[in-house]
């Protein structure tokens, strides 16, 4: 008797102890769960989202909201804007003719490793500044070539601007184009980009050309490379210093020269 009673105390401590290591293992493992994996870069479609000044804005029409006369509840919107507006995709077709459309796009353009390079320091109180090939260079004599395919993002702090329209596209009325003034990609720095083959690249500002650009030479080169843009991105300043995968996915509007954008920072653990 005295041995089966030790037998089950002995069965119970071993099924005790294995309950503790398994949750000391969830604690060492799986605890990682918790920690945030994903980065939401996309800005929010409602009324307030920036649109470029010629260009229609986000509508949401309420088709129906409430109970219906069967007694369940239905909600349902109809949607109108601009492919170009709020956080979206550039296509290459938008300047390049015969080029990419959006749903011509290969998913790997859309789905690639991707690299932060912060040039706030030199945006930060130049509205007019184009990011020069010196910022890219700057950037790879500490982190190395930018690699072949990856999505390059860039930080330029615009994206600190977003809430007042007039700060951040340099107007607010709507249909003037002659005072836009914000930072984006110079033509140098966009002949690197294509140099180093990259997929994709995206920024805090309304568009890859700066502001006061009238010919937009760098949706041209990029266009023509087959290069997608990203714009009106944010939440950068949480990249920093990580190791992270792009997930951008427009939505596939077929023969789009552009379209709305979700895209996701996938940090690595
Ligand atoms: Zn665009």
Redesign the pocket.
Known sequence: MQDNAMNNWNNKLRQQLKYIFFTFFLLQNGLSFAEPLFLDLTRPFDEKTIY?PTSESFQLEEVHKGLTDKGFWYESNNIRAS??GGT???APA?FAKGKWHVDDIPLDRLIAPGILIDVRKQALDNPDYKITQEDFIKWEEKNGKIPENCIVLIQTGWEDHWYNKKKYLGTDKLGDTKNLHFPGIGKSAAQYLVKRKIAAVGLDTP??DYGKSITFPTHQILGKANIL?F?NIFNLKNLLEKKFRVIALPMKIAGGS?APLRIIAELEK
């Open positions: 470029w492919e170009h979206h995709l550039d938008h568009s890859l843009g714009e552009g």
